[in-house]
């Protein structure tokens, strides 16, 4: 018996080490783009070419100097802002709605409607974009902002229900019933009993949807003009025919990233619970 329990606890060990090293691994090749990305935003453009791997041999501020200046990062730091904020808080407002009707109503209008939106989430982007452009090319013309938004709505409205509704499907309806008898509405029922409990998820919904907008690149080229443009499309402007200042486009890179970064970090103590929760029934 003795040895049997030798055995299985080497094997636990053995398990826990290879997980440990993989993980290192992982977390390694995850984090290196990162790490490369802010030694060569404080390089000459020079020595980014002698050596990208390298630390630099003389730190350098005009690399962010100059992007600020040329990515007008103040303007389009506020149209990320603006856009991202409307969409999340959008999509955190319709889906957590949207999955309290389905998950509280059970028939079979409910279950199609829930089935056809997990499905709908197996469809990239790419594979709608040229009909979907075309059909809703008028609209797009009047209000750029507006449109873009719009957009982000019905494309991030099915994972945000499908998490609303498995973190909504585990609180027990007993709740939902006492506030009835109470004479509380449904609409009552959902702000003030429902919608407090689901922090976790929010905020998981609230990460995701705001990297991926925050982010995203193919949409807003579709869709914006150079007046309105988000941060991504300005760091494009590094970019030239001929030439390319691979030192402001690293600095443009890091200062886009920051904002995003900071609202993660005040988010992640909500994040995994919120996976966990709203992902599994």
Request: hydrophobic share 55%; glycine share 4%; aromatic share 14%.
């Amino acid at each position: 018996m003795a040895k049997m329990t030798f055995k299985a606890k080497a094997r636990t060990s053995a398990v826990r080490s290879i997980v440990w090293v993989v993980g290192l691994i992982v977390s390694i090749a995850y984090v290196m783009p990162f790490v490369l990305v802010l030694i060569n935003s404080f390089k000459p453009k020079m020595e980014i070419l002698d050596n990208p791997l390298a630390l630099p041999v003389e730190f350098t501020w005009d690399n962010f100097n100059q992007a600020l200046q040329k990515m007008e990062f103040f303007r389009s730091l506020t149209n990320s802002i603006l856009i991202t904020t409307l969409s999340v808080g959008s999509l955190i407002l319709i889906s957590s709605m949207l999955a309290f009707y389905l998950s509280r109503t059970k028939n079979k209008f409910t279950k199609v409607t829930f089935l056809i939106l997990v499905s709908s989430m197996i469809v990239p982007f790419q594979a709608l974009m040229i009909p979907f452009m075309s059909i809703f090319a008028p609209f797009v013309s009047l209000n750029n902002q507006a449109a873009l938004i719009f957009f982000y709505m019905g494309f991030g409205v099915a994972l945000s229900t499908f998490l609303y509704h498995g973190f909504i499907s585990n609180i027990p309806t007993e709740l939902d019933e006492a506030a009835a008898l109470d004479g509380a509405s449904d609409f009552t029922i959902f702000w003030k009993i429902i919608f407090p409990m689901l922090k976790p998820v929010t905020a998981t919904v609230a990460i995701i949807n705001a990297l991926w907008i925050w982010n995203d690149y193919l949409l807003p080229v579709l869709v914006l003009t150079p007046e309105t443009q988000t941060l991504p499309l300005s760091t494009y402007l590094f970019y030239g025919t001929y030439a390319t200042e691979y030192g402001q486009a690293m600095a443009g890179l890091v200062l886009a990233i920051i904002p995003i970064v900071v609202f993660y970090l005040a988010l992640q103590r909500q994040f995994i619970s919120g996976i966990s929760s709203g992902a599994v029934k």
